[in-house]
């Protein structure tokens, strides 16, 4: 969509161990502004942890993440919530608030930074409900939802603070084909309408294809390739290619 | 020899970051008390969990640790013809030690590993990363009301205790062992100090502070899923109850 787009999120050579376990190895991604960035790669590459690092929940070892031009990876707590407001997250699980009812899940960010009263609370978190496409919800509490329900209420939770940059992980894991399908659209339309920077990660291909404008595929710790995804679809990457049909035999290990 | 080392070596090392945490997380949870946003929902709710449905608990043990209390010192007592003292040794006893003590000892198991299983599941199931990507500090969302609503709490929980366990032995020195009542009565009264029951209030605030802390850090820095959650639980309870028992040693010493 947006070939010379300003850039949004820049990661720099970032890298990230867990005691021995040596995760990033150097990461390098430039994502542009309104552009649906997908990264994909196997279970435990570092794909969790390499969002984690740019929304700030992880602290990288050494390496840059810049967002609009402004390094993040040395701010304070302060400074870092600041940063935060211009994200929103969707989790694997949903990771709602269990003691809390659905419009105070959506309407926690603004319960938190805002002097909304809740009347008005409640209201804006119908109309994001109603943006993913449920209603008559509100009032339940996150244990009455099914899965699909439980991303979708965490997708408004995410799109409640009017996020510019939105942040998806595994945002089709654990669902049938159908639901997954369902929050693909969402997340199109959510490109479409609100102009929203999102990164995804996943392993599902037929997800990535449908969402991103780029792929990027990690393999053992660094970006080894991005493209569109026709060129992903044409890569001469025996690595990519493996992956993306799924075979058990090829140079990717399997541990 | 050196494998010998390497074992007090690792587990010093541990035992002094987990020390560290654990000041740590105290540290930030009073700074962030005095910090804005103030909230009052929270912590009342958390008063009512902790407080008012720790009562059923706090007055069965008061009361059958006084009336068992007042059978033992009357059984000693006996022997040399001083009986009529069961009544202030129960009054000392309770509201000195055993209230501040057995109410710590029950309310956090009761307390602290409900404590350490939320936050544990709030972390293992990512609610607690939720809470940054929404701008908003855990310790200030989670932690404070469970640490401001202990520290209000544990006292009162004491003051019934008192009341309870002074009963208890009344109950059974007047009604199964026979003792004058007036007796009794006036032996509670002429030797109880009001520094008595400070001095237990003051135990309760240090519990409490130290129930709270332990079983939010447990629960907070919980890892590795449901089974994960079960160990920062049985931990809550295990260390708060052994840091209540050291540190009432030490309280009591200063007071002395």
Same mark, same amino acid.
């Given at each position: ?7 949004? +999120? ?43 690092? +740019? ?14 031009? /402004?390094?993040? *990876? ?17 989790? /694997? ?6 003691? &809390? ?12 930074? *805002? ?15 109603? &943006? ?34 939105? &942040?998806?992980?595994? $945002?089709?894991?654990?669902?049938? $084909? ?8 969402? +997340? ?39 493209? *569109?995804?026709? /060129? ?9 290619? /493996? ?7 090829? $140079?990717?290990?399997?541990? | ?18 020390? =560290? ?5 105290? =540290? ?34 008061a009361a059958f640790t006084g009336m068992v209390l007042a059978l033992q010192s009357f059984t000693g007592f006996k022997r040399f013809h001083a009986e009529t003292l069961v009544g202030t040794v129960v009054a000392l006893s309770v509201t000195r030690e055993l209230g501040?003590v057995l ?8 307390? =602290? ?48 205790a008192d009341?309870i366990g002074i009963m208890g032995g009344y109950f059974v020195s007047v009604?199964i062992l026979?003792t004058n009542p007036?007796i009794y009565i006036r032996r509670t009264w002429d030797y109880l100090e009001?520094?008595d029951i400070?001095s237990g #209030? ?39 109850? #052994? #840091? ?8 009591t010493?200063?007071?002395?």
């Amino acid at each position: 969509m947006v070939e010379d787009g300003s850039v949004k +999120i820049e990661v720099v050579d970032l890298h990230k161990s867990f005691g021995n376990n040596h995760v990033l190895r150097g990461v390098n991604l430039k994502v542009r502004d309104g552009e649906s960035m997908v990264v994909i790669g196997g279970s435990g590459v570092g794909k969790s942890v390499l969002i984690k690092c +740019i929304i700030g929940l992880v602290r990288p070892d050494s390496g840059n993440i810049r967002v609009d031009g /402004q390094e993040i *990876t040395s701010l304070d707590e302060k400074s870092l919530n600041e940063i935060r407001k211009k994200f929103g997250m969707l989790f /694997q699980a949903g990771a709602l608030f269990d003691s &809390l009812s659905v419009w105070e899940n959506v309407g926690f960010g603004l319960k938190q930074h *805002t002097s909304l009263g809740d009347g008005e609370i409640k209201a804006i978190a119908g109309e994001k409900l109603k &943006l993913v496409g449920l209603r008559h919800v509100e009032d339940l509490m996150p244990s009455e939802l099914s899965g699909g329900m439980r991303k979708r209420v965490s997708l408004a939770r995410a799109l409640a603070m009017e996020p510019e940059i939105l &942040l998806y992980d595994e $945002p089709t894991t654990g669902l049938d $084909p159908i639901m997954a399908d369902v929050i693909n659209d969402l +997340i199109v339309q959510m490109r479409r309408k609100l102009r929203v920077t999102s990164i995804a990660i996943t392993h599902d291909m037929v997800s990535a294809y449908k969402i991103a404008d780029r792929i990027a595929m990690l393999y053992e710790g660094e970006i080894i390739e991005v493209g *569109t995804p026709q /060129q992903n679809k044409d890569s001469s990457n025996p690595i990519v290619q /493996q992956f993306i049909q799924g075979r058990a035999e090829g $140079p990717i290990k399997v541990r | 020899m050196n494998s010998v080392f390497d074992y007090i070596g690792v587990h010093l090392i541990r035992f002094l970051q987990e020390s =560290g945490r654990i000041t740590m997380l105290f =540290g930030q949870t009073v700074v962030w008390i005095f910090r804005p946003p103030f909230d009052v929902r929270e912590p009342l709710s958390q008063m009512e969990e902790i407080g008012v449905r720790s009562i059923p608990v706090v007055v069965i043990t008061a009361a059958f640790t006084g009336m068992v209390l007042a059978l033992q010192s009357f059984t000693g007592f006996k022997r040399f013809h001083a009986e009529t003292l069961v009544g202030t040794v129960v009054a000392l006893s309770v509201t000195r030690e055993l209230g501040p003590v057995l109410t710590g000892l029950m309310v956090s198991g009761r307390v =602290g590993s409900a404590m350490a299983a939320e936050l544990g599941t709030m972390r293992v199931t990512e609610q607690i990363d939720a809470l940054y990507t929404l701008a908003t500090n855990p310790v200030k969302y989670l932690i404070v009301p469970r640490f401001l609503a202990s520290l209000v709490m544990f006292p009162i929980l004491v003051v019934f205790a008192d009341i309870i366990g002074i009963m208890g032995g009344y109950f059974v020195s007047v009604k199964i062992l026979g003792t004058n009542p007036t007796i009794y009565i006036r032996r509670t009264w002429d030797y109880l100090e009001l520094n008595d029951i400070y001095s237990g #209030l003051l135990k309760a605030c240090v519990f409490g502070m130290i129930m709270a802390t332990i079983s939010c850090y447990q629960g907070f820095y919980t890892e590795g899923g449901a089974e994960g959650v079960g160990k920062a639980t049985t931990r809550a309870v295990v260390l708060s109850s #052994l #840091l209540i028992l050291i540190s009432n040693y030490f309280i009591t010493a200063l007071l002395f």
